[in-house]
């Protein structure tokens, strides 16, 4: 199973926004742009970078001997929230029916258990 | 079986799941005893509506209205009622039916113009929020939003893609659908709309063992759930999709697995409640059509 690694979704979203300032940019560039308590170790910042371009969300390019990093969607496509614009319109039955999501309604009563419980989550996953 | 037997046996359909705890339960078996819940609702209230209709005849109802106001007016409050009903229960249904025919292709367009291919067939959406979903209902697609894509992390990519997987491999649109126009049909019965959010809790805890049934990590899921859930809470739009119970799903997925509660028990019972759908469907038309002689009823 993959290394759990509770902080690899925040490091990922720091390097989306480092590319998007750079525009495009080899590991070390990046690693360079990230904020400090962000700069891990080359090797942590390349397999991100990798593991974004398999997801779709970065390209690479072969510039002699390193490998350029570039978005493939700007930062106003990321912030779009385009399935929610789309869906404006709609009833929340009729998106019921064309979206089968990964999540429920929150009802503000269980707001406050679900940040408990994703404690315990994070907890029982670093085991 | 006549119709008092016929609706006795409709309501103790409907009542039942409402008095069982599923809590422990296969969640198939809950699925099948609240949408056989929900469709029974939907037949009582169509059965009503049509056997009001039939017994004050057509020909009765266009001559009430002809002479009203020298008709008594009960004669017309009554066949008003009436047709007021049936009219408005159609229209609700049609319009129900035009919103989903909407909202699904609204979600097409969308993906057929995704921002890009993401992990395992998927379609890539704006959003820097945490948003999965198996989108549309005769081609469904895995719809991910570029902020799930940098969210999450492997394993809860994995584990949460695997859930909607699932919501499309068992095919959970077309009971959604179903849920849906029962839910519009059976709505002047009260606790329809409980109904409707009890199954949709069940289909996703469907979702969700199917997913780890499929070797997705149970705490993975869980802690998707919790991004994704955290990130809908603050947005109204969004909150209102799916049903309730994230959190029961979370606590569900943070426990080994346990034995289901009464299998063979909730088995036979939701055997018995889509016997009885299935009953009451075909033999409403007989029931209502030998409901009496509407001429001798409402008089030359």
Redesign the interface.
Known sequence: ??E???L??EL??QI?AAIWRLQDGTVEQVRQALPPHHQGAYNTVQTVLN??A????LSRRREGHVIVYAP??SEA????????H???G???????????????????S??A???R??E???A??MR | MTAAALVAAALAGIVLPHLLRFERADPVTAVVLWGAALGLRALVVVGTVAGALVLLHPAQLLRAFAEWPCAPHHHVAGHALAAAGGLALALSFVWALARVVQATLAVRRLVRRPLGRGPQGSVIVGGDDVVLAAAGLTRPTLVVSAGALTRLDDAELSAALAHERAHIRRRHRWILLFAELCRVLGRPLPGTAHAVRELRFQIERDADRSAVRDRADRLALASAICKAATGASTRPGMAALGGDGTAARVRELLQEAVPDAHPVRLRALAAGASALVVGAALSLPVTVSGLGDPVALCGP
């Open positions: 199973m993959t759990v690694t509770p690899q979704g990922q979203t989306m593991r974004l398999e997801r779709g969300l493939r969607l496509e990321y912030l779009s929230r385009s399935m929610e789309t869906l404006r709609a009833s929340s039955e009729a998106r019921q029916v064309a979206l089968a999501q990964l999540i429920g309604a929150l009802p503000r269980e707001a258990e679900l940040g419980l994703a315990e989550v994070a029982e996953r």
